[in-house]
């Protein structure tokens, strides 16, 4: 079954310079309350440098491994991308902060084994300088940051599927 990314709930603080999302994994608006969701949170601390740090936290109430993958395409633009390549750092943990082995499966995919049921917390670093194609930037005037080429989509977490 395809699930979809349906919608993203962003709440917008200047204050702390972050950005939280939510993504509903249902085709159906009124299946959201039921349905489990990932949570982002975006910080923009260190956009004068181009860094954008996100906060990724992945529901998995099965505790089976998860596989982030990282799109290769952006909507409109039909050339295979490397956004991947701009994370320059990722971790994982469970929410009561032992951490979780990660590995890189792929060029755009990571592997997170998992020894429990429980909420997983992936944090990662990307380099956000590629204003040209327009798929993300950051600076300490504005930021700019596309989805498929921010967000790592899970999989293998229960209902917290994209595929």
């Not at 596989?67 to 409109?76: A, D, Q, S």
Request: with cysteine; aromatic share 8%; net charge positive.
């Amino acid at each position: 079954m395809r699930l979809s990314l349906i919608v993203f709930i962003l709440v917008l603080s200047f204050a702390s310079q972050a950005v939280r999302a939510q993504a509903y994994l249902a085709d159906n608006p009124a299946e959201w309350s039921r349905e489990v969701a990932v949570e982002y949170t975006v910080s923009l601390h260190r956009a004068k440098s181009q860094m954008v740090d996100v906060t990724m936290r992945v529901p998995n109430p099965q505790g089976t491994p998860i596989e982030l993958h990282m799109p290769t395409w952006r909507p409109g633009k039909y050339l295979i991308l490397d956004p991947a390549g701009t994370i320059v750092s990722i971790t994982a943990h469970h929410a009561d902060g032992q951490p979780l082995t990660i590995r890189k499966a792929a060029k755009s995919t990571w592997r997170i084994e998992t020894d429990r049921a429980g909420d997983v917390v992936i944090a990662y670093s990307l380099y956000a300088n590629s204003l040209g194609d327009r798929t993300r930037h950051a600076d300490d005037t504005h930021a700019f940051l596309s989805g498929s080429s921010v967000f790592c989509m899970p999989t293998g977490c229960g209902k917290c599927r994209y595929g």
